[in-house]
């Protein structure tokens, strides 16, 4: 179990420390933890989601065609599994006071080598892992370590990290399409990955593993808490013990299903309205449009989940996917494109941001919830490889997007039986009740 740790961590600076402590004395420690989650995951997803920006440049520049350019985010995907499953291991057992400045750190490096590519295997490895498979990371694990900081009002706290995985795209994809225009596709990425990068670091020696660390209890959390799930049970669950459970499974599942179906679009909508006569600049708006309508989802579903569950939410967000994926068939110019992306990035921000509450409501916050994370993360990132990749394939084989939307909604609507299965909804307890009774002397 995650002990709290000494506010100096290898990593410390002085004056950071100092400001921590000093912002601690007057407002609870968990803000600070959501503003620089927000921080971090913003800037990261900004710059992954902006792939479908870099598709068109560079596959005219050196020749690639659709397949192997979206190998590059095929490669963002599985690189990703195992860094976050070891990094749900390692922060669940020491924190994140380490890993986190040195992810950022990675993450900038990957921003400036990837300006100097010229090959597609150099961008799969400097953009795909240490750029895309580093964001992963982040989205997952602050996340899950998040929700250690909240007792109540912990939806609210979920959703604003999640909607900064919007915010991000929202206001760094256009800025991505105009560099690109004016400066060219590999200064594009110092500009932005430099400064972002700074921020970024910053944020991240900020951050802290536990309330303890901090002097706190979790948000809304009396200094000892009896019967709830905030409680620490005697025999606390260890995550083979809650990998028995077919729920862990099922909500694997979905995520990966989920991931695949989405992925498609999040890739090759740009260049799929491009084949459809859609101007390159107006296209490029899509990923916009998409990221700043799952800014409300993935602010409001976490909410939601607090108070209805989460079989009910993902229903409704996978769905909601689901239709609007059907509803690309039918698109064949910018008005019908950016209505159905409207719909689509509502059901796609309600799928990804549920998780992290779920998990404290099925398994209870003495739970390994950052390996339990992971894992699920690790599902779905086997969904957004698949998904990018085999869209991109599909094209190349028929020409068209037909077969790649196709793809796309049958993984989306599959997710539905999964949904249906999972547990009723629970208010205080954890829903499922994985700790070993102790024996009576």
């Not at 100097?116 to 982040?138: A, C, K, P, R």
């Not at 708006?285 to 569950?309: D, Q």
Request: proline share 5%; glycine share 12%.
């Amino acid at each position: 179990m995650l002990e709290p740790t000494p506010h100096r961590g290898l990593l410390s600076v002085a004056g950071l420390d100092f400001l921590a402590c000093a912002i601690n004395r007057r407002i609870h420690y968990a803000w600070v933890m959501v503003v620089c989650s927000m921080v971090i995951v913003g800037a990261s997803a900004g710059v992954r989601w902006s792939f479908g920006v870099l598709i068109v440049p560079m596959s005219e520049q050196f020749g690639w065609d659709s397949g192997v350019s979206s190998f590059a985010y095929f490669v963002v995907f599985i690189s990703a599994i195992p860094i976050t499953m070891i990094g749900g291991w390692y922060t669940d057992k020491h924190g994140i006071r380490l890993m986190l400045p040195v992810g950022v750190a990675l993450f900038t490096l990957g921003m400036a080598l990837t300006s100097t590519v010229t090959e597609i295997y150099q961008f799969s490895i400097f953009y795909g892992v240490l750029v895309g498979g580093v964001h992963m990371v982040f989205s997952a694990l602050l996340t899950a370590t998040v929700t250690r900081w909240f007792h109540r009002r912990i939806g609210l706290a979920v959703g604003l990290v999640f909607s900064s995985t919007g915010i991000g795209p929202v206001m760094m994809a256009p800025l991505f399409s105009y560099l690109v225009d004016t400066v060219g596709w590999a200064s594009t990425f110092l500009i932005i990955g430099l400064p972002a990068g700074a921020a970024m670091f910053v944020a991240a020696l900020l951050l802290r593993s536990l309330p303890g660390d901090m002097g706190r209890t979790a948000y809304g959390e009396a200094a000892t808490t009896v019967g709830d799930v905030a409680a620490v049970p005697a025999q606390p669950l260890t995550l083979r013990m809650v990998q028995a459970d077919r729920t862990f499974w099922f909500l694997l599942a979905i995520h990966l299903l989920g991931c695949l179906g989405h992925s498609v679009l999040i890739v090759h909508v740009v260049p799929m309205a491009v084949f459809n006569g859609v101007s390159a600049l107006a296209a490029a708006g899509l990923i916009s449009a998409i990221s700043g309508t799952s800014i409300a989802s993935r602010f409001g579903v976490p909410i939601l989940t607090e108070r209805w569950g989460g079989r009910t939410t993902l229903t409704l967000a996978l769905l909601l996917q689901s239709v609007a994926i059907v509803m690309y068939l039918g698109a064949s110019s910018i008005v019908p494109f950016y209505a159905i992306s409207f719909i689509f990035g509502l059901g796609l921000g309600g799928e990804m941001s549920g998780f992290p509450v779920i998990n404290g409501k099925y398994y209870g916050r003495a739970a390994p919830l950052n390996s339990i994370h992971a894992w699920e993360w690790s599902g779905g990132l086997v969904g957004m490889a698949l998904g990018g990749w085999l869209g991109g394939v599909l094209f190349d084989l028929t020409g068209a997007y037909t077969w790649s939307i196709v793809l796309a909604a049958t993984a989306s609507f599959a997710t539905l039986p999964f949904i249906l299965s999972l547990p009723g909804r629970s208010d205080r307890q954890p829903i499922i009740n994985l700790a070993p009774t102790p024996v009576s002397a």
